[in-house]
């Protein structure tokens, strides 16, 4: 399976994103999926995670209320809707893949990540 996340990039404060990342292979409908952000020097972590089908989302308290997950099966690709961004969101996210089909909140659980993409947000 390979990744491609995209999106990234220099916001304000306050302001939205939206990245995508979009997986290869014919069985990501059966693929849990999860975003996760490292920032310079600190450890990766999580941010929100989906389910193969969608019902289940998992998130950081953290991203509560500002983030959102979600899927297009259709497209091979998971969405992460960012808004009212803050400074310590400032990361290099990563999408990953659960062959599974849950969308937990351990990066343990992930078989493969993509090769990330930065989000800067500005004071």
């Known amino acids: 399976v390979q990744l491609q996340a995209c999106g990234g990039g220099l916001v304000q404060a306050g302001g939205s994103l939206r990245l995508s990342c979009a997986a290869s292979?014919?069985?990501?409908?059966?693929?849990?999926m999860g975003w996760f952000r490292q920032a310079p020097g600190q450890e990766r972590e999580f941010v929100m995670g989906?389910?193969?089908?969608?019902?289940?989302?998992y998130y950081a308290d953290s991203v509560k209320g500002r983030l959102t997950i979600s899927r297009d099966n259709a497209k091979n690709t998971v969405y992460l809707q960012m808004n009212s961004l803050k400074l310590q969101d400032t990361a290099v996210y990563f999408c990953?893949?659960?062959?599974?089909?849950?969308?937990?909140?351990?990066?343990?659980?992930?078989?493969?990540w993509g090769q990330g993409t930065l989000v800067t947000v500005s004071s």
């Open positions: 292979g014919r069985t990501f409908n059966r693929y849990g």
């Open positions: 990953a893949v659960n062959v599974r089909g849950d969308g937990g909140r351990y990066a343990s659980l992930y078989d493969y």
């Open positions: 989906i389910s193969w089908s969608g019902v289940a989302t």
